[in-house]
């Protein structure tokens, strides 16, 4: 099947500092691709939809100031935490659909710490 | 997206088959029902997705009552590596919307 990739795997950061995490689709094309987070015990929540060339779009609640969503190219996608915060330390997992399919891939996820 | 409802958790042993329910009782006509699973530490991993047949993958079955008000993710034969939660997701944004995810299934498997 498809595969997703996430880059990096995970991430400890001071507060106040500001994090970037790649995503990427190794073999295909998506010019839509989604990302998500997961607090622990929790379900994922949708955060955005990343657009190739225009800008995101963000789910109720997420400020797109403190999430910078870029998707520059039709194989990668990035989000960047600014000013990171403790209450930001999640899970951060992206996904993707291969053009035509329903099913979407998933990343493996990017633990995030914010000390 | 409509909502869905499973239990919190099920057990199983190792080897027999595994019946995972879902309720969607206000599922629109153009939903389909895909199923997900989530591996500890993990993105999420497709399982199967079907609209009104049963179907039949490699990893599972998915069998949907008549009246698409439900459905059940079989596992046949399971296996300790099938310890995970299982999500049911109603879609039908054609790769176009995120997935609302529920709180699914915690599936454990007994040796």
């Known amino acids: 099947g498809a595969v997703v990739s996430q880059h990096p795997s995970w991430v400890i950061c001071k507060s106040g500092t500001s994090v970037k995490i790649e995503c990427r689709s190794l073999?295909?094309?998506?010019?839509?691709m989604f990302w998500y987070r997961q607090f622990p015990k929790q379900s994922l929540m949708l955060m955005a939809t990343?657009?190739?060339?225009?800008?995101?779009?963000?789910e109720q609640g997420v400020e797109k100031d403190k999430f910078l969503i870029n998707h520059a190219s039709l194989t990668l996608s990035t989000l960047t935490v600014t000013s990171a915060h403790p209450e930001d330390s999640s899970f951060y997992i992206c996904?993707?659909?291969?053009?035509?399919?329903?099913?979407?891939?998933f990343g493996p996820g990017t633990r995030l710490l914010v000390l | 997206d409509a909502k869905t409802t499973q239990p919190n958790s099920m057990e199983s042993n190792e080897e027999e088959p595994v019946h995972l329910p879902c309720n969607h009782s206000?599922?629109?006509?153009?939903?389909?029902i895909h199923w997900y699973r989530q591996l500890p530490s993990q993105g999420p991993e497709y399982v199967i997705h079907?609209?009104?047949s049963n179907v039949n993958n490699r990893m599972a079955s998915l069998a949907i009552a008549e009246d698409r008000k439900s459905s059940t993710l079989i596992l046949h034969r399971a296996t300790l590596r099938d310890a995970a939660v299982y999500y049911c997701?109603?879609?039908?944004?054609?790769?176009?919307?995120?997935?609302?995810f529920g709180k699914g299934t915690h599936l454990i498997i007994q040796p």
């Open positions: 996904s993707a659909n291969r053009p035509g399919e329903e099913t979407q891939y």
């Open positions: 073999d295909f094309q998506a010019t839509t």
């Open positions: 990343s657009n190739e060339g225009s800008k995101a779009t963000y």
């Open positions: 206000t599922i629109s006509g153009t939903d389909y």
């Open positions: 079907g609209l009104t």
């Open positions: 997701i109603l879609n039908s944004g054609g790769g176009a919307d995120g997935l609302t």
